[in-house]
């Protein structure tokens, strides 16, 4: 199983920032695209950014546009997500996870099993 750990959540004021990690350990990271999802009490699992592994490209789901940027340092074998200007709709469990594309879409691979994930609160 390709395994991730989740860190750098906590609580942050409207406007604040946060960066979170997405550490590999047993296995290089580098071979696998990654995905940022987050889940929010009572509310589906939802996508929130993307990033492949043969050219870093990335990509967002429309909320976070502009104010999330993922990336990837495959020397220190992790995958950050800078989230800047925070909304309290951001707050929710961030979960990474290695996805694969289907041809229209990122989906967390079959292979791949859900972390703890990190909580990230946006409150005043």
């Known amino acids: 199983q390709v395994q991730l750990v989740e860190s750098g959540g906590g609580l942050v004021r409207p406007g604040g920032s946060l960066r979170l990690s997405c550490a590999a350990s047993g296995f290089t990271l580098d071979s696998y695209a990654i995905g940022w999802f987050r889940q929010a009490p009572g509310k589906e699992r939802e996508g929130v950014s993307y990033i492949s592994a043969s050219d870093g490209s990335t990509d967002y789901t429309e909320s976070v546009k502009g104010r999330f940027t993922i990336s990837r340092d495959n020397a220190k074998n992790t995958v950050y997500l800078q989230m800047n200007s925070l909304k309290p709709e951001d707050t929710a469990v961030y979960y990474c996870?290695?996805?694969?594309?289907?041809?229209?879409?990122?989906?967390?691979?079959?292979?791949?099993?859900w972390g703890q994930g990190t909580q990230v609160t946006v409150s005043s």
């Open positions: 996870v290695a996805i694969v594309w289907d041809g229209s879409r990122w989906n967390p691979a079959n292979f791949a099993s």
